[in-house]
């Protein structure tokens, strides 16, 4: 799945006004993919969660992942998912609480390169649901 389907239209468009941008937005986007030490699986399971968290439309999982994650079932994830779905459920307002030993654990599971990826990828989900909410007048 690739992440460029999951914003809402609004905001693909006013992007497309700016091609150069919407070019880099587009090669961020395909870079974050690319990893090969964290499964595109956690990516979506992630950016699943923050979606919820921000009250936005949930894509590419399960209506029974949706339901889990919401609730914060955990258990029903891998171990490695697991680990990353706590740091994601931080990101969008408790981001100074995401602990080193958190940050450690997301370390053993996916690598270093893993970690940068995937936090980086947490922090960019958040800021696209944000932007998604601008450009769809959900912002209160």
């Known amino acids: 799945m690739s992440l460029i389907g999951i914003h809402s239209e609004s905001f ?11 070019m880099k937005y587009t090669a961020f986007l395909a870079a974050i993919e690319s990893s090969d030490a964290v499964p595109e699986r956690v990516f979506t399971l992630c950016h699943a969660r923050i979606a919820q968290i921000h009250g936005q439309q949930v894509n590419g999982i399960s209506a029974d992942e949706s339901s889990m ?11 490695s998912e697991q680990i990353a779905l706590i740091a994601a459920e931080k990101i969008p307002y408790q981001h100074h609480a995401i602990e080193d030993e958190e940050v450690e654990a997301i370390k053993l599971a996916f690598g ?21 909410a601008t450009m ?3 912002v209160s």
């Open 12 to 22: 693909i468009e006013a992007l497309a006004l700016r091609p150069a941008l919407h």
């Open 69 to 79: 994650l919401r609730s914060q079932r955990l258990e029903a994830f891998d171990p």
């Open 112 to 132: 270093d390169a893993g970690c940068v990826s995937l936090l980086t990828a947490l922090a960019f989900f958040d800021v696209s649901c944000r932007l998604n």
């Open 136 to 138: 769809t007048g959900e």
